[in-house]
């Protein structure tokens, strides 16, 4: 595996362990961070598989446009194009005032998230 490729794995398991920290929090969970955290980690791991494949993404973070990418080479991954349409609501839309994630939400991201890392993690053959 490309050292690129194991640094976009670490920085996607970082996210992925801060929106779990949060769906696990007891007390003042963080909804709109669990769900930005969920969008995040894919995002990475999408970035991952496109550095393992060769494939110039640039900066983005539309989870379309990077799905778009991974099509040439994976034309199966088509599947998840709505689960990914629905986190990419997740990067953008919380993060400033005037909307809040609520658990039902966040509950919906992280196990989009869970799904798709799973997937790409079986990809890269990553145990765990």
Same mark, same amino acid.
């Given at each position: 595996?490309?050292?690129?490729?194991?640094?976009?794995?670490?920085?996607?398991?970082?996210?992925? &362990?801060?929106?779990? %920290?949060?769906? %696990?929090? %007891?007390?003042?969970?963080?909804?709109? &961070?669990? /769900?930005?955290?969920?969008?995040? /980690?894919?995002?990475? !791991?999408?970035?991952?598989?496109?550095?393992?494949?060769?494939? &110039? @993404?640039?900066?983005?973070?539309?989870?379309?446009?990077?799905?778009?990418?991974?099509?040439?080479?994976?034309?199966?991954?088509?599947? !998840?194009?709505?689960?990914? %349409?629905?986190?990419?609501? @997740?990067?953008?839309? @919380?993060?400033?005032?005037?909307?809040? &994630?609520?658990?039902?939400?966040?509950?919906?991201?992280?196990?989009? /998230? *869970?799904?798709? *890392?799973? *997937?790409? *993690?079986? !990809?890269?053959?990553?145990?765990?």
């Amino acid at each position: 595996m490309k050292p690129i490729v194991k640094d976009w794995i670490e920085k996607a398991e970082g996210d992925f &362990a801060t929106a779990q %920290r949060e769906m %696990r929090a %007891r007390k003042n969970p963080n909804h709109d &961070a669990a /769900c930005f955290h969920a969008q995040q /980690c894919v995002e990475k !791991y999408m970035k991952a598989l496109l550095q393992q494949a060769n494939v &110039a @993404f640039g900066k983005t973070h539309d989870l379309i446009s990077l799905l778009d990418l991974l099509l040439e080479t994976k034309p199966l991954w088509e599947e !998840y194009r709505p689960l990914l %349409r629905a986190l990419n609501a @997740f990067a953008v839309h @919380f993060r400033y005032p005037g909307e809040s &994630a609520d658990k039902a939400m966040a509950t919906q991201a992280f196990k989009y /998230c *869970r799904m798709i *890392r799973l *997937r790409m *993690r079986e !990809y890269l053959n990553i145990k765990s």
